[in-house]
């Protein structure tokens, strides 16, 4: 769970990190430092420094990427099937079904393909409170409940 309101790109970063290196003693706090240099509550000013984050989480031994509105479910399952933690920025839309602001991040954990003509479904925890929610990637992609899938960070 993130520990502050605006910390979830560190609290996805070090959900991530701490899978490719599970003895990190790196925390929200020391990633906020190193990215920031400060503890403010601050969002981060894009997805390049949650890939820093992550980075730095796992002391640069793992190489994180960026990958921008690429929602397609073979990325997904491929990165889950090999043990991965998806970071995934979810946008917020208005009533016009425009992108405001930067969006929200959260971590895919599982997905399910039920086969041709299904919608794959991605499971992913959100660090604001620790629940687990699914979307198709239908969902993600088109919008809903008002959040749209824009981009995500991968090792």
Not at 25 to 54: F, P, W
Not at 60 to 73: G, H, K, L, M
Not at 127 to 144: D, E, F, K
Request: charged share 15%; hydrophobic share 35%.
């Amino acid at each position: 769970v993130q520990q502050k309101s605006k910390w979830c790109w560190a609290a996805t970063a070090l959900t991530s990190g701490k899978e490719a290196y599970p003895n990190t003693m790196r925390n929200q706090a020391t990633i906020c430092y190193h990215v920031h240099g400060n503890l403010d509550n601050e969002y981060a000013s894009g997805l390049g420094e949650v890939e820093e984050a992550a980075e730095f989480v796992t002391y640069y031994t793992s190489d994180y990427t960026v990958a921008e509105n690429t929602a397609q479910a073979e990325f997904f399952c491929g990165k889950i099937l090999a043990n991965k933690v998806v970071i995934m920025r979810l946008s917020s839309l208005d009533v016009n079904g425009n992108l405001t602001g930067y969006g929200h991040l959260v971590t895919v954990f599982k997905t399910y393909y039920p086969g041709s003509g299904g919608s794959t479904i991605i499971y992913f925890h959100d660090p604001v409170n620790g629940q687990a929610y699914s979307r198709t990637i239908t969902q993600l992609v088109m919008g809903y409940n008002n959040q749209k899938y824009t981009g995500a960070v991968y090792n």
